[in-house]
């Protein structure tokens, strides 16, 4: 059984974070810790001075919010929400926190992921630890 684990929620599917938190819950071990985080991607250099001021803030607190409505019974997992590339992020922060099970939700693949691979694909290409795929 796992005692770290990381539940990655993308920003537009919340609405299924619950069953990510069923399958970690039933590979947790007695005393687990279980963390849900929402990558939110950078916005590239040469576009920020086109960014509305604030439009960054609110939109990192309107998926924070999404993050805490999906997970309101869950008081025991942890939220964050970070920036960064989603992919490269969440494989960092499993080295980062010694998390040993990511938990992650995978779509059907389409045309643009043979191109360019899923969030799901890299982590589990890159991953230094346990992932498991729901699909």
Known sequence: MYQNILIPVAPDQGDVAHESLAVARELAGEGAKITAVSVVEQVPLYMSADVPAGLIDQTRADIAASLEEVLKDAPDVTRLVVSGHAPSTIV????????????????????QDFFLGSTAARVVRHAGTCVHVIR
């Open 92 to 111: 960092q922060m499993a080295r980062d926190n010694a998390y040993d099970l990511i938990v992650i939700r995978s779509h059907r693949p389409g045309l």
